[in-house]
């Protein structure tokens, strides 16, 4: 609180950054050092889990079934809390390029071709390739064997989460 109270009185002179989500050169984002660690991202997708998908289990579980004895028994109520998870995912990711995940550690989904953030169409291709890599060893283990850092739905979609400047 004190460093505000600082920047507030003017004892300290907060930098302006020049280059925030700008890209100056015709060069990739991901070029110039701004791809996002894979912990970072793993930290968003735990955070996303808790502040997305948990709210989706407890009304699906308590509310609209009977208890946790009929969610677990049933597989259709397993696909429609997948479903509204991945659906709101995707309107993050259309609308701002960034879950609550991605925007508590500072992370960006851009498309490679715009440098922009992905329309809907890619979007939801990109989560059903986040499905169908979620249940490949191939799509869990190869950001640690790329130097870009980029999973399986990243290399298919072609896009990037990139880490924003502070």
Known sequence: MSRWRDVKKGKIVEKKSTNKKK??????????????????????????????????????????????????????????????????????????????????????????HTQQKPTIGLSIARYVMFILSAVTIVGFLLPFFRKDKKTLQDVLMKTSVIKLDD
Do not use: C
């Not at 989706?56 to 479903?83: C, L, N, R, V």
């Not at 309107?91 to 925007?103: A, D, E, R, V």
């Open 23 to 112: 890209n100056s050169t015709n060069e990739p984002l991901e070029s110039q050092n701004n791809i996002a660690s894979i912990p970072d991202r793993i930290k968003a997708f735990i955070t996303d889990m808790f502040m997305i998908m948990m709210p989706i289990m407890y009304i699906t579980t308590y509310i609209i079934m009977d208890g946790k004895d009929s969610f677990q028994g049933s597989d259709m109520a397993h696909w429609i809390t997948m479903a509204v998870y991945g659906a709101i995912t995707v309107l993050f990711w259309s609308l701002k390029g960034q879950t609550p995940g991605f925007k508590a550690y500072s992370l960006l989904l851009i498309d490679d």
